[in-house]
């Protein structure tokens, strides 16, 4: 509708012109909620479950062949690889136990190192009456003379009764023609090939830390967190492990249905002894994508021969298989015979193995004692397979933090000062003077995002500090995933400021 005043054009909109104080309230209050609204919505997605994470158990062996939590004795053919015995190390052979880098197996691994010296034996104390030949030798002809892994030794967190005799020879980078033997009260020795007699002391064997299990830290929780995540992985509900179909018929095992994206889970005793056919298993090989898990019971006693047709343990063949290949015996307890076994990595927490064994292995071990013996070889296979561990549900108590204010404040504050300027006075005014009246003009000074504690912008920076990728917590595994802290932390920024807004608002008005 159009009227003429004083000879100009006025348009009376229909539509009802807020007065400004209400019209900055209502923005504010606005404001509020939106700040609201917007932290519920970030902390119902930060609520969503985490991508499930890659762990590896035999992270915890720090690069060694062997971890014995207790003792171990070595009396098998030889060692291509390095142990860890907590307790004692003890030979079975009075000759030298060969200690080596490689002659049947895979050269391609490094040695660990202690103390800043590559070793091949780490243990509390040289026992017994046997003996041990550190040769490092390389059949491969691979590895460079000076290298870590034709140079490694032993370290002990004890040498009391051990003294030190020139023997002729050398190995690695000690072209001095000598070695120096390391002799011990029983009658037992230690070749220590790499090391010059000349200059050599016995305490040059002695560790820093004053126990093997210094150096494996925080091990408890990173096993029983290895575990659990096995377990989890289990369970058919989280879906993070493939079962594979298991078929007997006529004397023979076919197995079938393997994922190629993911873990793939046999039961040892459904194979166990027998001879398994692969026909109907379109092309599968473990990977390090979708890894063999083999779920042994409770309660065994034996582990024997797993045999996969067409796969072979033979140099050159299929022998790096068993770097995706890991037995699990977390559920076993006790002594545990190990005889046939080709190929696998053996997770055994809580049992003692015990290889007698004429057939030679490939693989690491975590174990409790490890005893060896029989002319089977120990070849060191570093464990490459991703498991997938289910992460914690976060907590969901964020959530009712915004039902208990801001559905009230918008919904009053328009009904109670329109009616103090009409809406008619305003069209008197010359309308070329609205812009200096304009409510926009004075928004920033009771901009929401000033309110509060500190009166910090919560949208500006990432509150947390944290690299999303960065390693798991102290005493966890090496795990990879997503970090929902900075999430959270400008949920709640976005909470506090819009309900503060709408406090104020409320202040406001009624006050």
């Known amino acids: ?116 010296s590559p070793v091949r034996i780490l243990a509390g104390e040289f026992v017994g009456d046997g003996a041990f030949d550190v040769a490092n030798r390389d059949d491969s002809e691979t590895i460079d003379p000076a290298s870590p892994e034709a140079n490694a030794t032993v370290r ?19 072209d001095t023609g000598t070695f120096a033997r390391a002799n011990s009260s029983a009658g037992g020795y230690l070749d220590l090939k790499a090391v010059p007699f000349e200059g050599a002391d016995v305490d040059d064997l002695l560790t820093e830390q004053p126990t093997v299990p210094s150096y494996f830290p925080d091990l408890d929780a990173q096993v029983a967190q290895a575990n659990q995540c096995l377990a989890d992985m289990y369970d058919p509900e989280t879906g993070l492990a493939n079962p594979v179909t298991v078929s007997a018929e006529g004397g023979l095992v076919y197995v079938e249905d393997f994922a190629t994206d993911q873990p793939n889970v046999i039961d040892y005793d459904a194979i166990a002894g027998q001879t398994i056919k692969l026909d109907r298993a379109d092309g599968y090989r473990p990977t390090a994508e979708a890894p ?39 559920e076993v307890t006790g002594e545990v015979t190990v005889d046939g076994l080709e190929l696998g990595a053996l997770w055994a927490p809580e049992a003692d193995l015990t290889f ?26 570093t464990f490459g397979g991703q ?53 926009t003009t004075e928004e920033p000074a009771e901009d929401p995002t000033t309110v509060g504690p500190d009166t910090d912008d919560p949208g500006t920076d990432d509150p947390s500090g944290a690299d999303p990728a960065g390693p798991a917590d102290d005493g966890g595994l090496a795990v990879t995933g997503a970090d929902a802290g900075g999430v959270l932390a400008v949920a709640a920024g976005l909470l506090l400021a819009g309900a503060m807004t709408v406090l104020l608002v409320r202040r406001r008005t009624h006050g």
């Not at 909620?33 to 609520?47: D, Q």
């Not at 409770?298 to 045999?307: C, D, F, K, M, S």
């Not at 915004?402 to 009053?412: G, I, S």
Request: some cysteine; proline content about 8%; overall charge negative.
């Open 1 to 116: 509708m159009m009227r003429h005043v004083d000879e100009r054009i006025v348009v009376e909109s229909s539509v009802r012109q807020l007065p400004h104080r209400a019209a900055v309230k209502q923005g504010i209050a606005v404001v509020g909620v939106v700040g609201l609204a917007a932290g519920a919505l970030l902390l119902s997605a930060s609520a969503a479950p985490a991508a499930p994470t890659a762990f590896n158990p035999f992270a915890v062996n720090n690069g060694f062949t062997i971890v014995a939590q207790g003792d171990a004795t070595l009396g098998n053919a030889e060692l291509e690889g390095s142990i860890a015995a907590f307790g004692s190390i003890a030979s079975g052979r009075p000759d030298g136990f060969p200690v080596i880098h490689h002659a049947a197996g895979n050269a391609d691994y490094s040695v660990p190192t202690i103390d800043e």
């Open 356 to 381: 007698g064994s004429g057939i030679t292995t490939n693989g690491q071990w975590f174990a409790q004692d490890v005893t060896t013996s029989g002319g089977g070889e120990i070849h060191h296979h």
């Open 292 to 330: 063999l898990v083999i779920r042994v019971p409770a309660g065994t006693t034996e582990l024997n021969q797993v045999n996969f047709e067409g796969w072979s343990a033979q140099a050159g063949a299929d022998q790096d298989l068993a770097r995706y290949i890991m037995f699990d015996l977390s």
């Open 387 to 439: 498991l997938v561990c289910d992460t914690e549900d976060p907590t969901e108590e964020p959530t009712e933090e915004p039902t208990e204010d801001p559905t009230e404040e918008p919904t009053e504050e328009p009904t109670e000062d329109p009616t103090e300027e009409p809406t008619t006075e305003e069209p008197a005014e010359d309308p070329t003077e609205e812009p200096a009246e304009d409510p």
């Open 156 to 174: 002990l967190t004890s040498v009391d009764g051990l003294t030190l005799e020139s023997r002729s020879g050398g190995a690695g980078s000690n």
